[in-house]
């Protein structure tokens, strides 16, 4: 429990220090800082990646690997499973998680729902990372349409 909590505030000062240092309110500024916290999640995710055991690294399709992502890495990161996984099969999948650890702290009231994006960057970040690291190149972008309720949208790129 001390590990989530000690997560939450190193991500929350995080978000908290780019805001600070890139405060233009246009969407210049806006747009710098959530690259930063993305590319901050992607190295994480791709750290965690090359940590993975070796048999994780033998999937041999998307949809293990995204299932692997929504079960043992999200429970790694964030001590509970992903709440469902869908697809289209042809190279999208949406991750949606409805009690979102880093968003739960903002669901009290739906005026913190357009503050929600850039609590997300860094686990865009993360899962893309991820990916990257199990040979798989990926677009990964989330949305937030009632808080605490988070999606990441995962879009397989071909090569």
């Keep these: 429990m001390a590990d989530a909590a000690l997560f939450e505030f190193l991500h929350m000062e995080m978000v908290a220090e780019l805001w600070a240092h890139h405060s233009d309110p246009g ?3 806006q747009k710098m800082s959530l690259s930063v916290l993305e590319g901050m999640g992607f190295r994480v995710g791709q750290a965690l990646g090359e940590r993975l055991p070796q048999e994780t690294l033998a999937f041999r399709e998307e949809l293990d690997v995204l299932k692997f992502l929504c079960k043992d890495l999200w429970v790694a990161v964030f001590q509970k499973q992903m709440d469902s996984l869908r697809t289209n099969h042809q190279g999208t999948y949406v991750l949606q998680d409805n009690s979102f650890p880093l968003l ?8 913190y729902l357009e503050e929600a994006p850039k609590f997300l960057a860094f686990t865009c970040g993360l899962l893309r990372g991820t990916l990257s690291t199990l040979g798989i190149k990926s677009l990964v972008t989330a949305s937030v349409a009632s808080l605490p309720t988070c999606k990441f949208q995962v879009v397989i790129q071909k090569t």
């Design 104 to 111: 739960i702290r903002m669901a009290s009231g739906p005026q």
């Design 27 to 29: 969407p210049g500024g």
